[in-house]
C-alpha cells in the first residue's frame, strides 16, 4: 500500500520537471548601472571613489556597481545619524515615530514586486522565494515595529526606556532585504537611529530601500545605507561613537566584532551561524515530516542560518523516510532563479559553492553515503544538486559544521535521550525541528534541545511577532517580538 501511494507521488513529481517555464519579467524592475553611499538622507560618492561589481549567480552576468564605502564615509555616516538623532529622532514622539515606519512598510508593499525580482537577481534565490517570503515578511517586520512605537511603556511595563543612540548594523547575503528590515525597524521604533552595511553581494535591495526611505520623507541621517566589504563593516564595529552593534552572519566574525568591543560599552546582539537537527519519531505524519525535511534544507538553497541541516530518523522508519526523501529529491527543479517553477535556485557566489562542494568532497571522504538529484544544471551560474548523505558518523564534519548549502546529513536513533544528546553535540544552538503525533514528546523535546527555536511539526516559518536568536556559539541577544525590542533600549 505505501509502495504504491509513493509511485503515485513520484509520477505527478516526474511531469513536474517537464513544466514549461514560467520566467518572471526583468522589467518590472529598474537597476541603475551605478549605486551611491546613502548618508544623511542623499546618495553620495564614495570618497575613495572605488566600486565594485554586483553579479547574478544565476548567469554570471553584472548587475550594477556598487560604491565601497572607506573609514571616511564610514565616519560620515555615523556623525549623520548622531546629528539626527540628538537633534530630532530621540525627541519625536512615538506616535511620530510609528508614521514614518509605517510609510516605509507601505511602500515596500506597493513595490514589492520590484522587490522581489531584484533579491532574485542579485542573490539567486527562487523569485518565489522572495516574492512569497522575502519581501512580504520584511514590511511585516516594519508594520509590526511601527506598531510598538508609540507603546514601548507596555513593552516594559513599570521600567523607564531610553534609545541608546547609533545603531552600527551589519548583515549577511541570505536574506538581504528582510536582514535589513530586521535590523531598522526595531531599531527605529525604539528611538534609535542607524547606520547599515549589507553584504557586497547583495546591496541592491538595500540601496531600494534607501530610495524608499527618501521618497517617505524619513529626516535626513536617521538611516544611512553604506556598501562596501568586510573592511566597511570593521569600520562601523570599530567607530567610538556607535553605541551598538546588531551582527548577523558568521560565527568567525561574530568573534572578531566580540573582541573588537570589549573593553567598550557597546551593546551587541550576534546572530551567528547554525546546525539545526531535524528529528522525526515513528509516530509522525511521515509524508508531512519529509516535505518539511525538505523545505528545511533546500528552501533558499540551504543558505539558512537555522536549516535543517541534520535529520535524525528513528530506526523502524528510516528506511521509509530515506527512500521518501530519495524520492523528493528527484522531483525538485533546480535552476533558473527567475523561473516560478524553480524549487532550487543558483548559489549566492562562485566562493560559496566551492566552500559548499568542499564539503561534499569531505562527507564521502569521511566514508559517508552520498545521494544526489540526477537535474541536469545550468551551463552557466552558481548551482548544486540537492545532496543527501546516509552512514553518516555523530564526529563527521558534515554533522559537525555549518555548510551553508544544500546538503543534509541523516543518521539514525533509538531512544529519546539518544537523540537530544546527538542533537545537541554541535558548537551551534540556533534551531531544531521536532516530528511526532504526541505533544508530550514534543514539550519534553523543546525543553531538552539546547536551541533558540524549536519548530514541532513544521520548520522554517517565520512571524515578527516571534522572537529568533541562539544559544552556544551561535550568538546572544533576540530579534523580533517584544525580545527584539529589548536590544534597542536601556531599560532602568
Ligand atoms: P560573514 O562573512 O560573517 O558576513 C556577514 C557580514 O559581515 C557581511 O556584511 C560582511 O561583509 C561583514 N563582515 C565581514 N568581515 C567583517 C569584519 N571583520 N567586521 C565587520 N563586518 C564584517 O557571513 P556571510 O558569509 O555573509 O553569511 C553567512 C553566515 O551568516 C552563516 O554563518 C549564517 O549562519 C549566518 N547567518 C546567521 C543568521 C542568524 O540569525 N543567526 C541569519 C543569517 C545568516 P561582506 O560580506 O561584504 O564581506
Ligand atoms: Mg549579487
Given amino acids: 500500500m505505501a509502495t504504491k501511494k509513493s509511485n503515485t507521488i513520484k509520477l505527478k513529481f516526474d511531469s513536474a520537471r517537464n513544466l514549461a517555464p514560467a520566467p518572471e519579467s526583468k522589467s518590472a524592475a529598474k537597476i541603475d548601472p551605478q549605486y551611491e553611499l546613502f548618508i544623511n538622507g542623499k546618495f553620495e560618492k564614495p570618497s575613495g571613489k572605488k566600486y565594485f561589481a554586483s553579479i547574478n549567480p544565476a548567469t554570471e552576468e553584472k548587475l550594477s556597481m556598487i560604491a565601497e564605502a572607506n573609514d571616511a564615509d564610514v565616519n560620515k555616516a555615523v556623525k549623520a545619524a548622531r546629528a539626527a538623532y540628538e537633534n530630532v529622532w530621540k525627541k519625536m514622539p512615538g506616535a511620530e515615530r510609528a508614521k514614518y515606519i509605517y510609510r516605509i512598510a507601505r511602500m515596500i508593499q506597493e513595490r514589492a514586486r520590484e522587490f522581489a525580482i531584484i533579491e532574485t537577481l542579485d542573490g539567486g534565490k527562487p523569485i518565489r522565494e522572495s516574492r512569497d517570503f522575502d519581501v512580504p515578511t520584511a514590511a511585516n517586520h516594519f ?34 532585504l528582510l536582514m535589513a528590515a530586521w535590523k531598522i525597524a526595531p531599531a527605529l521604533a525604539c528611538g534609535n537611529t542607524v ?41 562601523i564595529v570599530n567607530h567610538p561613537d556607535v553605541n551598538k552593534i546588531a551582527f548577523t552572519g558568521s560565527t568567525e566574525v561574530g568573534k572578531i566584532i566580540q573582541r573588537a568591543i570589549a573593553g567598550t560599552n557597546k551593546k551587541a546582539t550576534l546572530e551567528l551561524g547554525g546546525k539545526a537537527a531535524n528529528i522525526i519519531f515513528d509516530d509522525a505524519p511521515i509524508d508531512q515530516a519529509v516535505e518539511g525535511v525538505i523545505n528545511g534544507i533546500f528552501f533558499n538553497q540551504g543558505h539558512v542560518c537555522c536549516a535543517g541541516s541534520r535529520l535524525y530518523v528513528q530506526e ?39 566552500i559548499i562542494n568542499n564539503y561534499i568532497k569531505i562527507g564521502q571522504q569521511e566514508g559517508a553515503e552520498m545521494y544526489q538529484s540526477s537535474a541536469s544544471l545550468p551551463k552557466r551560474g552558481f548551482y548544486c544538486r540537492p545532496t543527501i548523505f546516509t552512514n553518516v558518523a ?10 551553508f548549502g544544500p546538503v543534509l546529513a541523516i543518521q539514525s536513533f533509538r531512544t529519546d535521550d539518544e537523540v537530544i544528546e546527538k542533537a545537541n553535540n554541535t558548537p551551534y544552538g540556533l534551531s531544531a525541528g521536532v516530528w511526532t503525533d504526541k505533544g508530550s514528546k514534543i514539550f519534553n523535546m523543546t525543553t531538552k534541545l539546547r536551541a533558540g527555536v524549536v519548530w514541532a511539526n513544521t520548520f522554517n516559518k517565520f512571524d515578527p511577532t516571534s522572537p529568533f536568536g541562539g544559544y552556544k556559539e551561535s550568538g546572544y541577544g533576540r530579534e523580533g517580538g517584544v525580545h527584539g525590542l529589548a536590544a534597542y533600549v536601556n531599560i532602568v
Avoid at 508609540?150 to 516594559?156: G, H, R, T, V, W
Avoid at 527618501?214 to 541621517?221: I, T, V
Avoid at 555523530?394 to 555548510?403: D, F, G, K, T, V
Fill in 394 to 403: 555523530q564526529s563527521n564534519r558534515i554533522a559537525q559544521e555549518e555548510i
Fill in 316 to 354: 523502524s522508519v528510516f528506511k521509509e523516510v530515506v527512500r521518501k526523501l530519495k524520492d523528493r529529491l528527484e522531483s525538485l527543479i533546480v535552476g533558473d532563479p527567475m523561473d516560478k517553477n524553480t524549487d532550487i535556485g543558483a548559489i549566492n557566489s562562485k566562493e560559496q559553492l566551492n
Fill in 195 to 235: 547606520v547599515i552595511k549589507p553584504a557586497e553581494n547583495t546591496s541592491l535591495t538595500a540601496l531600494k530601500l534607501a530610495e524608499i526611505i527618501q521618497e517617505a520623507d524619513l529626516p535626513a541621517g536617521v538611516v544611512n545605507i553604506i556598501t562596501g566589504a568586510g573592511a566597511t563593516g570593521a569600520a
Fill in 143 to 176: 508594520f509590526y515595529y511601527a506598531g510598538w512605537a508609540d507603546k514601548l511603556e507596555y513593552a516594559f511595563p513599570n521600567r523607564h526606556t531610553s534609545p541608546l543612540g547609533v545603531a552600527g548594523q551589519i548583515i549577511p547575503w541570505n536574506f538581504p
